[in-house]
């Protein structure tokens, strides 16, 4: 069982920053890739960015050049630092994580991030 808990969601105001923090815990073995994804009100999940136990990372284009995302392996956790925040960034983002065992998809309760005009 792989329990991600999300913490550094707010209010922000647009062009404003936010980091976003995700920790896993629990009993598996390996986290492997880990990521990011936001849901905006009545609009489908959508991957914002994921990386790799390896380092590689991979961005949705609408958010390249302004988010950026890593990871500690030695603490489980992954981070989203998040820049010139728009009001479309605003939605509820969820941590995302896979396993070597259990292999998930493992995912966070999600944390709302809000961003003002």
């Known amino acids: 069982q792989v329990q991600l808990v999300e913490s550094g969601g707010g209010l922000v105001q647009a062009g404003g920053s936010l980091t976003l923090s995700c920790a896993a815990s629990?009993?598996?073995?390996?986290?492997?890739?880990m990521g990011w994804y936001r849901q905006a009100p009545e609009k489908q999940r959508e991957k914002v960015a994921t990386?790799?136990?390896?380092?590689?990372?991979n961005y949705a284009d609408s958010v390249k050049g302004r988010f950026t995302i890593s990871r500690d392996n030695a603490k489980n956790m992954v981070y989203l630092q998040m820049t010139s925040l728009k009001r479309d960034d605003t939605a509820v983002y969820y941590c995302?994580?896979?396993?070597?065992?259990?292999?998930?998809?493992?995912w966070g309760q999600g944390t709302q991030v809000t961003v003002s005009s």
């Open positions: 995302n994580a896979a396993a070597t065992w259990p292999s998930g998809p493992h």
């Open positions: 629990g009993s598996f073995i390996g986290i492997n890739t």
């Open positions: 990386i790799t136990r390896g380092g590689n990372i």
